[in-house]
């Protein structure tokens, strides 16, 4: 490709997908380059798709999009390993018109994303991946090399939507690499079954749809979350914890998603399928203080390659989408005003993103990820286990009375944590929380 582009993305993920279609729908001239044989064909989800953030870029997406199901329910577990203490809210409002999430299987999802970013007017090129980034004599980025012949192509600005491991910019030393306690990686199954089986254990009806999001003794002490998401005709179950974790501790994350999958809460609703699918990704999990810089001379970096992901709500492509949106938003106005693509111009993105519920909520929760990974033991261990004790002695009926089962409830928590460690975590939590 010898020509010259207004903008080259590269990745064909949420972010790259967003940023690529909002900046051809301006009448830029686009090239999108993905090293996957097609869009999704790498990419990696739950996945659970937020309503608000497609519709704002593609508004029709309910009448097109490969959906699964719309979500009605949304259950928390606290496990320990025989039970699960829970909490559900299900209601019959999210069954309306223009529903406000859905489970989506990526590899088909991000295809049909794709197809309207080349409807748009963008090239994409799948099995092309990009090596390096090509500077100028003054350091600008100008461009990008590619494992394709001749693949040197030149661009105003870069959109780096590349994804978590991001390698890209870190060899170009515009991010550090993440650190190991600043990803999770998770692994993720999907279980195939009849699609009235799927209904009737998760009590479900048409296109209404259910996720659990579970956390506890199944982590085995690390920072990490399970998940088990309904689909039409399979359940996505994975669960992922802090790669530093992994390090420390030795276990391993098939380990981990097999003890997850035998737990007699997730048992029977597996029982009878078929697996035909199993991947592993890296999830950005550092939060607020693990932001890189997000824009330079000829560059800026979106999604996941941002480490804008908001782990204490289980939110990540729609951080990625918005992320993309409003990045092509910035570059537009830059362009709209006839000037160069400087990061003085391109601060426009930070800016605009600051404004966002995109930064407002990792900042709300800075604290939270390095409070989760210090305290792991007690808040992914020894409190699930005290809580589901507590329960269990609440609801058995055995002739105790009931002001000698409090005082035992008590005495379990103050033995395991005494007075002071409850006070401070409790203090600890409400600080980071809020
Ligand atoms: P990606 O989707 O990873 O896309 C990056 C793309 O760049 C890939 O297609 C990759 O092939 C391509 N690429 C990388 N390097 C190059 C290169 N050098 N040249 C060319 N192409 C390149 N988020 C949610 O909102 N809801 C969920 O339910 C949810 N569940 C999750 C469950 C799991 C197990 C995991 C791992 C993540 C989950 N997330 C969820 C997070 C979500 O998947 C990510 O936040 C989102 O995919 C980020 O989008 P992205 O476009 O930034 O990156």
Request: aromatic fraction near 8%.
């Amino acid at each position: 490709i010898e020509e010259r582009f207004d903008a080259i993305v590269v990745g064909a993920g949420m972010a790259g997908n967003a940023a690529a279609l909002s900046m051809a729908r301006q009448g830029m001239k686009v090239l999108q380059l993905e090293r996957g044989e097609y869009p999704g064909s790498k990419n990696v989800q739950g996945a659970i798709l937020y309503a608000d953030m497609m519709e704002k870029l593609i508004p029709e997406f309910r009448e097109e999009a490969p959906l699964e199901r719309h979500l009605v329910e949304q259950r928390f577990w606290m496990m320990d390993d025989r039970s699960h203490v829970g909490m559900h809210y299900r209601s019959d409002d999210f069954n309306e018109e223009r529903p406000n999430r859905y489970t989506i299987i990526r590899a088909q999802f991000d295809k049909w994303f794709s197809s309207k970013v080349r409807e748009a007017g963008a090239t994409v090129l799948c099995e092309t991946t990009v090596t390096e980034l090509v500077r100028d004599e003054r350091e600008r980025i100008v461009g990008v090399r590619t494992d394709r012949r001749d693949g040197e192509i030149h661009a105003d600005v870069v959109v780096l939507a590349e994804g978590v491991n991001g390698l890209l910019g870190t060899r170009a030393g515009l991010r550090a690499r993440p650190t190991p306690d600043n990803v999770a990686l998770a692994v993720k199954e999907m279980h195939f079954l009849p699609r009235e089986t799927i209904e009737a254990r998760f009590n479900l009806k048409g296109e209404e749809g259910v996720v659990i999001e579970a956390a506890g003794t199944i982590s085995r002490g690390m920072t990490g979350m399970g998940f088990i998401y309904a689909n039409k005709e399979c359940i996505s179950l994975g669960i992922g914890c802090l790669v530093a974790d992994f390090q420390r501790t030795g276990q391993t994350p098939y380990g981990l998603l097999d003890q997850f999958k035998r737990h007699p809460s997730v048992l029977p609703l597996l029982a009878g399928s078929e697996v035909k699918e199993y991947s592993a990704h890296l999830i950005p999990e550092g939060g607020y203080k693990s932001i890189p810089q997000l824009y330079g001379e000829g560059w800026v970096v979106v999604g996941d390659a941002a480490q804008l992901n908001n782990a204490v709500h289980r939110e990540g492509s729609n951080l990625a989408m918005t992320s993309g949106r409003i990045a092509a938003e910035a570059i537009g106005l830059v362009k709209s005003r006839g000037e160069p693509m400087t990061a003085t111009n391109l601060s426009l993105y930070k800016k605009m993103l600051d404004e966002s519920f995109v930064i407002k909520d990792l900042k709300k929760y800075k604290d939270l990820p390095p409070l989760m990974h210090t305290h792991s033991q007690n808040f992914f261990l020894t409190y699930p286990q005290l809580i589901s004790r507590a329960m269990q002695n609440f609801v058995r009926v055995d002739g105790t009375p009931k002001v000698e089962k409090e005082k035992a409830t008590l005495k379990s928590f103050v033995k395991a944590r005494s007075w002071m460690g409850l006070f401070g975590d409790a203090c600890r939590f409400a600080r980071a929380w809020r």
